[in-house]
């Protein structure tokens, strides 16, 4: 099982970015699906997180800005993110609580690998 982070880039102030984050490998489910970044020098943190039945929430620093939405019948998730600033630059990375398939379990904590987000001033 493959959780893959992308759509990331250079953009700059003010800009968008659509993320995607894909599971692959198989007939695999993730249940909730977290949108989570690390700046340089800093620790990773939650940006927003996704059920799989659609609730989401969002670090308070973030609401409005950023938004979480996913697609079950594509196994993907994505984070809609507007009016970029520099200090949103980061590598952001999708993270599945629990993957199963077929009803069994078979992941958890599992992290993607991350995708870069750079904002230029």
């Known amino acids: 099982v493959q959780l893959q982070a992308s759509g990331g880039g250079l953009v700059q102030t003010g800009g968008s970015l659509r993320l995607s984050c894909t599971i692959s490998?198989?007939?695999?489910?993730?249940?909730?699906v977290s949108w989570y970044r690390q700046a340089l020098g800093k620790q990773r943190e939650l940006v927003a997180s996704?059920?799989?039945?659609?609730?989401?929430t969002y670090t308070d620093a973030l609401k409005g800005r950023f938004t979480i939405s996913r697609d079950n019948a594509k196994n993907a998730v994505y984070l809609q993110m507007t009016s970029l600033q520099p200090e949103d630059t980061a590598v952001y990375y999708c993270?599945?609580?629990?993957?199963?398939?077929?009803?069994?379990?078979?992941?958890?904590?599992?992290w993607g690998q991350g995708t870069q987000v750079t904002v230029s001033s």
């Open positions: 993270f599945a609580d629990t993957i199963v398939r077929g009803g069994h379990l078979v992941a958890i904590d599992y």
């Open positions: 490998g198989g007939s695999f489910t993730a249940n909730t």
């Open positions: 996704i059920t799989t039945g659609g609730a989401a």
